[in-house]
């Protein structure tokens, strides 16, 4: 009988032991993701979640078009900040956070744009994977327009738009606000922008090579919405 108990403790250690999760961040976007320093609204919230259904969590940063391809060799278990229109055959989560997409450009070019088809009178600079992401109208829009550029680099943008060298970026607010403080000795942030709120907000989601581990995700998700960890998670990150 002993040795009967010893098998039974050697499969529950086994049992107890995480299964790795290769997981797949986009580069440095402040508040959300700060590459390399395991924290950010939306790195902690993913992250919680995946240990949250007994992953051991091992993640790798990368522009999002390599993330996207990096999922399909098998490189990757996951990767966040996608959702189902990226394109990618997936199993995708829960939506986890929204993100709240404008056009911004500088004021003192008054421009006139009204709906998302205006953009293409304009040089548009947007995140990678935008023109997926964003609905089908702004793919449309993306594609006939010769002057739409993505930029793997968050930060690209900021200078971009403020030394006038774009004419429009598609961002975040608060991924902007942020990384103006890494750019102000560059160009000047203190410029006034129009804010053009052509999108609703932005849902996002963990897309995943194997469904059982979606599903686990899922129930991780769920289990940080209602023990109060996402809560705290998003009030550490209010001030932005």
Do not use: C
Request: aromatic share 12%; no cysteine.
């Amino acid at each position: 009988m002993r040795w009967l108990w010893g098998v039974g403790l050697f499969w529950l250690s086994l049992l107890a032991v995480a299964e790795p999760l290769r997981l797949g961040f986009g580069t440095h976007k402040p508040p959300y993701v700060f590459e390399g320093e395991a924290r950010g609204l939306e790195y902690e919230i993913v992250v919680q979640a995946a240990q949250q259904a007994g992953f051991a969590v091992r993640v790798q940063y990368a522009p999002m078009e390599r993330l996207h391809l990096m999922l399909r060799r098998g490189e990757l278990d996951a990767i966040a900040t996608t959702n189902e229109r990226s394109g990618v055959t997936a199993f995708y989560s829960e939506p986890y956070i929204l993100y709240r997409n404008v056009a911004l450009a500088l004021r003192a070019r008054h421009y006139r744009i009204e709906r998302i088809a205006d953009l293409g009178r304009y040089s548009v600079s947007a995140f990678q994977r935008a023109r997926f992401l964003l609905g089908s109208e702004f793919q449309r829009m993306a594609e006939a327009n010769p002057r739409y550029r993505e930029e793997a680099q968050q930060i690209a943008r900021n200078r971009l738009l403020y030394s006038g060298r774009v004419d429009v970026v598609v961002a975040d607010m608060r991924i902007l606000r942020y990384l103006n403080r890494e750019v102000y000795d560059q160009v000047d942030v203190g410029q006034p922008l129009a804010e053009y709120p052509l999108f609703p907000p932005t849902p996002y989601q963990v897309g995943f090579r194997q469904q059982a581990q979606r599903d686990r995700f899922d129930s991780g998700l769920a289990a940080i919405r209602a023990n109060g960890e996402y809560r705290a998670i998003e009030r550490k990150y209010a001030m932005y």
